[in-house]
């Protein structure tokens, strides 16, 4: 995104401000999108036009000897924080954040199936959660303490917390949970040693429950993608073993082609089967689709998707679909 105006600080922010005055920089980009949506027969759309505007703030100086960066997005409020990162480059030692939303360890590769727009399981309704069933990341993305770093080729991308996930109004967390961990492991064609070959894998366990009833649930994905002149082919395999008292396994296969047609026009195809399992139920496979397409003209992008699922959240005969087309400018 091109930048929308640059302010001299005086220093990051009011904490190290009072240990140090150092200079810096901050950035605002943002970008206002355009919807058309529309839902399956069986839902009510109301007004299928909408409108969204992100802003984006990012300030990097030095403390300390030490790079130190923080970005906060804000989403159809201006004043309404979405997520937000305070990272500080160690250089050799690699990069520790504290994540309040945008992403780390194991839910950075939840879904690496190429796409030309949105995912295919975006729009679909699921049973409540964030995301789409099946999508692998025990610590989440609301107070985590990330680590990064690469060495030989491969980057190692790790996330903690301490009790529950859910965010509260200060910033805290609320609700039951004992805390998580995981991790992801990727590389490139240098490390695999075959031309346009990316991939990756990763692991992860969460605290269910109070002290002394609490049980894991597992995350595992594994995944890869190969790039040949215009082509992307990508394939993924997941894994969410719950292991609390009439809790349900879940395990995921997925693959997705995108073709660029041009430096401006690129399409793609995916699909996406969810088998839920459980000792106290049968099993049943979710199964969805969708077709994405975008367009770009400088900053003006324009993307449609197209997603289907049948066996929606694991109950059999149920059947969900969403159609959207976004215009975005970005600024």
């Given at each position: 995104?091109?930048?929308?105006?640059?302010?001299?600080?005086?220093?990051?922010?009011?904490?190290?401000?009072?240990?140090?005055?150092?200079?810096?920089?901050?950035?605002?980009?943002?970008?206002?999108?355009?919807?058309?949506?529309?839902?399956?027969?069986?839902?009510?759309?109301?007004?299928?036009?909408?409108?969204?505007?992100?802003?984006?703030?990012?300030?990097?100086?030095?403390?300390n000897g030490y790079t130190v960066s923080y970005m906060q997005t804000s989403k159809?409020?201006?004043?309404?924080?979405?997520?937000?990162?305070?990272?500080?480059?160690?250089?050799?030692?690699?990069?520790?954040?504290?994540?309040?939303?945008?992403?780390?360890?194991?839910?950075?590769?939840?879904?690496?199936?190429?796409?030309?727009?949105?995912?295919?399981?975006?729009?679909?309704?699921?049973?409540?959660?964030?995301?789409?069933?099946?999508?692998?990341?025990?610590?989440?993305?609301?107070?985590?303490?990330?680590?990064?770093?690469?060495?030989?080729?491969?980057?190692?991308?790790?996330?903690?917390?301490?009790?529950?996930?859910?965010?509260?109004?200060?910033?805290?967390?609320?609700?039951?949970?004992?805390?998580?961990?995981?991790?992801?492991?990727?590389?490139?064609?240098?490390?695999?040693?075959?031309?346009?070959?990316?991939?990756?894998?990763?692991?992860?366990?969460?605290?269910?429950?109070?002290?002394?009833?609490?049980?894991?649930?597992?995350?595992?994905?594994?995944?890869?993608?190969?790039?040949?002149?215009?082509?992307?082919?990508?394939a993924q395999a997941s894994e969410i073993d719950d292991t609390t008292v009439g809790?349900?396994?879940?395990?995921?296969?997925?693959?997705?082609?995108?073709?660029?047609?041009?430096?401006?026009l690129s399409v793609s195809y995916g699909e996406r089967d969810v088998d839920f399992?459980?000792?106290?139920?049968?099993?049943?496979?979710?199964?969805?689709?969708?077709?994405?397409?975008?367009?770009?003209?400088?900053?003006?992008?324009?993307?449609?998707?197209?997603?289907?699922?049948?066996?929606?959240?694991?109950?059999?005969?149920?059947?969900?679909?969403?159609?959207?087309?976004?215009?975005?400018?970005?600024?």
């Amino acid at each position: 995104m091109n930048n929308f105006k640059k302010v001299g600080l005086t220093a990051l922010a009011g904490s190290l401000a009072a240990i140090s005055a150092n200079a810096a920089e901050m950035t605002v980009s943002g970008a206002t999108l355009l919807t058309y949506t529309s839902e399956d027969q069986t839902e009510t759309t109301g007004n299928p036009f909408g409108m969204k505007t992100n802003l984006g703030f990012t300030a990097s100086g030095e403390v300390n000897g030490y790079t130190v960066s923080y970005m906060q997005t804000s989403k159809d409020k201006f004043a309404g924080m979405s997520s937000a990162r305070l990272s500080v480059d160690m250089g050799d030692l690699g990069t520790i954040a504290f994540d309040q939303g945008s992403g780390s360890g194991l839910g950075t590769i939840d879904d690496k199936t190429p796409t030309a727009a949105e995912e295919i399981w975006d729009g679909i309704d699921t049973d409540g959660t964030s995301g789409a069933n099946g999508l692998v990341g025990a610590a989440g993305a609301s107070g985590v303490f990330n680590y990064i770093k690469s060495f030989s080729g491969v980057t190692f991308n790790g996330a903690a917390r301490r009790g529950s996930g859910k965010k509260t109004s200060d910033g805290g967390s609320s609700g039951v949970g004992e805390g998580a961990w995981d991790f992801a492991l990727t590389a490139g064609d240098d490390v695999l040693m075959v031309a346009g070959l990316s991939g990756g894998l990763g692991y992860g366990e969460a605290s269910n429950g109070t002290s002394g009833t609490a049980s894991d649930t597992e995350h595992m994905t594994l995944f890869a993608n190969y790039s040949y002149g215009p082509v992307t082919f990508g394939a993924q395999a997941s894994e969410i073993d719950d292991t609390t008292v009439g809790g349900t396994d879940q395990d995921v296969r997925a693959f997705g082609v995108a073709f660029n047609v041009n430096d401006s026009l690129s399409v793609s195809y995916g699909e996406r089967d969810v088998d839920f399992g459980g000792s106290t139920a049968a099993n049943v496979e979710e199964n969805g689709e969708g077709i994405a397409v975008a367009y770009t003209m400088g900053s003006i992008k324009i993307a449609g998707n197209k997603n289907e699922v049948s066996n929606n959240d694991g109950t059999a005969g149920a059947k969900d679909e969403m159609t959207e087309i976004a215009v975005s400018f970005a600024f």
